[in-house]
C-alpha cells in the first residue's frame, strides 16, 4: 500500500466506512508470541538486516 492508500483508509475508518480497524476502531492487541523481537533503540537498518535475517531462515 502507498501511503495515500494508508491515509486514506485511516480517513475512512474514522468516518466508520471500514469496521474494526486496528487503532481507531479496534484496539491494537500485542501478538502472544512474537516470531521476530525488535529494540526501537537499534538503527533502522540494523533492525531491517534482523527482519531479513529471520525471514529467510
Given amino acids: 500500500m502507498s501511503e495515500i ?5 485511516s480517513l475512512k475508518a474514522r468516518k466508520g466506512e471500514i469496521p ?3 487503532g481507531i476502531s479496534a484496539p491494537y492487541e500485542r ?6 523481537h525488535l529494540d526501537g ?3 533502522v537498518d540494523d ?8 525471514i529467510e531462515e
Fill in 41 to 43: 533503540t537499534q538503527r
Fill in 31 to 36: 501478538p502472544e508470541d512474537a516470531e521476530i
Fill in 47 to 54: 533492525l531491517v538486516d534482523i527482519i531479513f535475517s529471520r
Fill in 20 to 22: 474494526n480497524f486496528t
Fill in 5 to 9: 492508500d494508508d491515509r486514506l483508509s
